[in-house]
């Protein structure tokens, strides 16, 4: 786990999106990230039909998506409005 970059416990389910919007705290700054529902699927191994087993699948791979976001930072991936896509 990356002490420099924690992924909080702020998760949005945005259904017209499919995705989960969530954001990281990087050296005392908090940058907006968003994971794609058909990127969480491919992570945890299983699909996705509701919000409940979306959650309860970020939460199964939080430290992945942890070392995701940490792999973008590190490249400077971020979206024209500052924000991390995976």
Same mark, same amino acid.
């Given at each position: 786990?990356?002490?420099?970059?924690?992924?909080?416990?702020?998760?949005?389910?945005?259904?017209?999106?499919?995705?989960?919007?969530?954001?990281?705290?990087?050296?005392?700054?908090? !940058?907006?990230?968003? #994971?794609?529902?058909?990127?969480?699927?491919?992570?945890? =191994?299983?699909? &996705?039909?509701?919000?409940?087993?979306?959650?309860?699948?970020?939460?199964?791979?939080?430290?992945?998506?942890?070392?995701? !976001?940490?792999?973008? #930072?590190?490249?400077?991936?971020?979206?024209?409005?500052? =924000?991390?896509? &995976?």
């Amino acid at each position: 786990m990356n002490q420099d970059i924690i992924v909080n416990d702020d998760l949005n389910w945005q259904p017209d999106q499919q995705r989960v919007a969530f954001s990281a705290q990087w050296f005392g700054g908090q !940058v907006a990230c968003f #994971i794609s529902l058909s990127q969480l699927e491919h992570l945890s =191994g299983q699909p &996705l039909v509701d919000e409940a087993s979306i959650m309860l699948a970020f939460e199964s791979v939080r430290f992945d998506i942890e070392e995701k !976001v940490t792999e973008l #930072i590190n490249q400077e991936a971020f979206g024209p409005d500052g =924000g991390l896509y &995976l």
